[in-house]
């Protein structure tokens, strides 16, 4: 072991110690052969308890409540959770936060109903490098409704700025979808001065929290957002496939339409009539039954958030962050390897981003050596450090080992 590897050894032992929520680790469930587990921002670990969680509800709410468990406890599910996700995470009072369909789906019910609730104004602006199902969506809503794309191109690496925004707006502007997390660089848009410039333009904004929510503090309400989606299954711990979430601000409620009617956005559900009549609150979001198997998961991940409050999560995640750039500093950068990440804390998320050509063939490397961090096209690996599961010594194990996979 060199005498900088030593010490960062040394410091991310003193670090760990010094962590307020380092007693969590032991909460999540063992993955044998893993050295390092860095994807986190992409599909968070198992709580522990999960298993003996599952068999509780099927042997009760599912296998001995059988149906009973939609009037005692199912049917109001997606509003509940999604208002506890609001109540922890995003900053937004009860009624705006729902819990249902997949990200895409959210994201084009949404886009929709923005794009009708806006007549006579005929631009969508996007980011041009944004993930590629909001681009994707945003394309066919925009296909569909005869509007037209504006894209932002900002740096790659620190991200879309107000000031960029400002120079896109218009009064043809109706929607504006943005990522508040990169999902390549991790850099944080400015959600509070993007939002503002948007309603000040009279369009609609609608931001993709799917990299920030259970990590990054926001305040949809404050900030007045008008509409959210994300995913529950990254930082939340939902699980693969996990529901989406949705936010509508309440003010829209009843004047924005969102285009799948089903029967659970009805405003009788049971009445089973001739024509489609939609609730007046937020399960108007609703389309089709929920998946309530798949909300599980994450309820444990809300009770640790709830516990230890968002706040703390951003600190550890920041300490995080930091150490994995002090280690590529100076273990990686010497050989050649780009930080695609900002370095300043108060503009990046939870994840940082490493670039090599050689990091396509690294990555599967480091897979079969029990290190998991991913690989994102073209170059890039994603170092996503999640601060409930994560500690500053795996954080440089992981390190270590891209560092030897290089070098070999």
């Not at 995470?89 to 923005?114: E, H, P």
């Not at 609730?279 to 640790?304: E, F, K, N, Y």
């Not at 940082?352 to 050689?358: A, E, K, L, P, Y």
Request: proline letters at 6%; glycine letters at 10%; one cysteine or more.
């Amino acid at each position: 072991m060199t005498d900088i590897t030593a010490d960062l050894l040394a410091e991310a032992r003193k670090l760990d110690q010094a962590d307020p929520l380092a007693h969590h680790l032991s909460a999540f469930a063992d993955a044998p052969g893993v050295v390092a587990y860095l994807d986190g921002n992409s599909l968070g670990r198992p709580l522990r308890d999960l298993p003996e969680k599952a068999a509780a509800f099927i042997r009760d709410d599912w296998g001995t409540r059988l149906i009973r468990s939609w009037d005692e406890q199912w049917m109001a599910l997606p509003m509940s959770l999604g208002d506890r996700i609001g109540a922890i995470a995003l900053g937004a009072a009860k009624g705006q936060t729902v819990v249902a369909d997949s990200t895409s789906v959210m994201l084009y019910k949404l886009m929709r109903a923005a794009m009708a609730a806006r007549p006579g104004r005929s631009e969508i602006v996007i980011e041009a490098g944004n993930f590629p199902t909001d681009r994707f969506i945003a394309a066919g809503v925009a296909n569909e409704t005869g509007a037209t794309l504006r894209w932002v191109e900002p740096d790659p690496i620190s991200g879309v700025s107000a000031e960029q925004v400002a120079a896109a707006v218009s009064e043809r502007t109706a929607l504006v979808a943005l990522s508040h997390v990169d999902y390549r660089s991790g850099s944080l848009a400015q959600m509070p001065e993007i939002t503002a410039v948007v309603k000040d333009a009279g369009g609609l904004m609608l931001w993709d929290l799917c990299h920030s929510v259970g990590v990054v503090p926001v305040q949809l309400d404050e900030w007045g957002v008008d509409m959210a989606v994300g995913c529950t299954y990254k930082y939340l711990n939902g699980g693969p496939g996990s529901p989406a979430f949705g936010y509508l601000r309440a003010e829209h409620h009843g004047a924005v339409t969102q285009p799948i009617h089903g029967w659970w956005g009805a405003a009788d559900i049971f009445a089973m009539g001739p024509e489609y009549a939609p609730v007046a609150g937020i399960r108007q979001l609703l389309s089709g039954t929920p998946p309530v198997l798949s909300m599980l998961a994450m309820q444990g991940m809300l009770d640790l958030i709830e516990a230890e409050g968002i706040t703390a999560l951003r600190a550890k995640s920041i300490t995080l962050t930091d150490f994995a750039i002090r280690a590529y500093d100076a273990l990686l950068a010497p050989l050649g390897v780009r930080l695609l990440s900002p370095r300043e804390a108060s503009r990046r998320g939870g994840h940082v981003t490493i670039g090599h050509d050689s990091f396509q063939e690294v990555t599967k490397r480091l897979w079969a050596d029990g290190v998991i961090p991913d690989f994102r096209f073209p170059d890039g690996i994603r170092l996503g450090l999640s601060p409930l599961s994560t500690s500053h010594e795996e954080t440089l194990r992981g390190v270590i080992a891209v560092r030897d996979a290089l070098q070999s």
